[in-house]
């Protein structure tokens, strides 16, 4: 969840990177004193993944501090907001929140529908549905938080991030409501407009140049900028550039986002079946193929990958059949790699 103008992003992580609040010290055992502070404000920008990681991970760790303020979070995001070492929390992991919510293998797809198998919990799911659990977790957190942990969600846009007057934390801006000051930022947009390449800076002098002679001629260079995508018109004819997953995702806004579906046609298939309001669309990469799916290698966290073939036994071997050991990436490794994926 992109949630930060491009203009301002590169300004906002460059100072997010310097963030330093009250004067705490913390000692080996976890306990914190702070000087006399009643509160200390934190704010989170974007409740994606690595959002709401921040976020639990904080209401994680609070309990472990004596003596520690009232900590208030705030989490920016315009959508709905959507785990590492520390003490562990309660709540189902995402495998287990499948189960217990009725989601099933059924024909070849996931369903909500008690007569499928159950789900392997290292499946990959669409990213609808993780998004659904993310929403519950952020509520399941919130609910969860301990004491002295205050959760706000805003709806809005952060769109400007200054350091306060004295120097001594933040200020951010918002779309539609007042600033909040903060103590600390976590900045966790992940997919943002950024800045504009010079290739693309190019490419956008030459649309405005040609746009004299076709008005309806424009250039999206972000792939996070899918609010754009609504100005095009069903007229259009639509060059998206890359096959990978954000082509899929501006596929799809222009698609089923216009009221496209998918029907089942009996042969296990899919068939979409159109809206009227779909541009005419094509895809091109340098390739010319579409992206390779993810291969069928489920592992849970920490789990290791035991190759078959590209082994330190099959590495020594080989070295020992060159002259000092150096081994050649064409002849001898990339044949190996080739065959173990």
Known sequence: MSTLSGKREASVNRQAASVHGHDTSVNGHGTSAT???EEVS???VGA???GLSTLERLCSFYPTYTNAPRLR???VDPGHPGQDSGPARTGPSYGEWLSQSGYRWKDGGIVRNDNGDPIHPDTYTSRALLGCYLRWSFEHIRAEAPEGVIIKNHGSEAIDIQRRGEGNGFVI???GERPIEADYVFVTTGHASGSTSKANERTLANFQALRSRNPHLGFIPSAAAFGDLEA???????LIYGTGLSAADALSVLTAGRGGRFEANGDRRLRYVISGREPNITLYSRQGLPSGAKGVNQRALGEDYEPKYFTSGFIAAKRRERDGGQLNWKEDIHPCLIREV
Do not use: F, Y
């Not at 095009?232 to 639509?238: D, R, W």
């Open 35 to 37: 000087n006399n502070v």
């Open 42 to 44: 934190v704010v989170i």
């Open 48 to 50: 994606g993944q690595r």
């Open 73 to 75: 979070v705030h989490v």
């Open 173 to 175: 801006s918002l779309e």
């Open 232 to 238: 095009i018109e069903s007229t259009a004819k639509v």
